[in-house]
């Protein structure tokens, strides 16, 4: 590669390093975060949505009786609603933290984590909603065993969204 290229330079050191060469033959060297510390993050957001689906379920809980007036009687409507809402805490979660705060969650913040392209830019907003949209895939039983043996070939530990 030239000295005018912004390809992709090298993985070193295991994978603990990314390193890209831009057009201004500037080098900018990435850490990527190793299994354990995604997991850490992983589950601070598990904790976090959690408490979330706890907190629609109890709002919903506390405003059935109104609602079922409201809706006279209707109580299908009201389980499709919370069912919605709770689809929306589980992976609107990601897709608004990870828009809102360039690339993070919570749990990444905590642990000084940012989700990045390859390239070492930023994610867009399409990036951010595809790779969450594979997420869904992520958890399926027999997919969610496939996506942790492709974290663990993968050079970079990538999950299947991230691929």
Excluded at 77 to 101: K, P, Q, R, S
Excluded at 121 to 147: E, H, K, M, W, Y
């Amino acid at each position: 590669m030239g000295p005018q290229s912004d390809q992709f330079v090298g993985v070193h050191d295991a994978a603990s390093t990314v390193s890209f060469s831009l057009p201004e033959r500037i080098t900018l060297e990435f850490e990527v975060a190793d299994i354990g510390t995604r997991f850490y993050a992983l589950l601070l957001d598990s904790v976090l949505r959690l408490m979330l689906q706890i907190g629609v379920l109890f709002v919903f809980g506390m405003l059935t009786p109104f609602l079922t007036l409201a809706i006279r009687g209707r109580a299908d409507w009201l389980v499709a609603v919370m069912v919605i809402a709770l689809f929306l805490v589980e992976y609107g979660y990601f897709i608004v933290w990870e828009i809102l705060t360039n690339g993070r969650t919570l749990g990444k913040l905590a642990f000084g984590l940012r989700v990045i392209k390859e390239d070492g830019s930023t994610l867009t907003r399409a990036d951010i909603l595809l790779r969450n949209l594979i997420r869904v895939f992520d958890s399926l039983p027999v997919l969610n065993a496939l996506g942790l043996v492709v974290m663990l070939i993968s050079p970079r530990a990538q999950r299947l969204g991230d691929l």
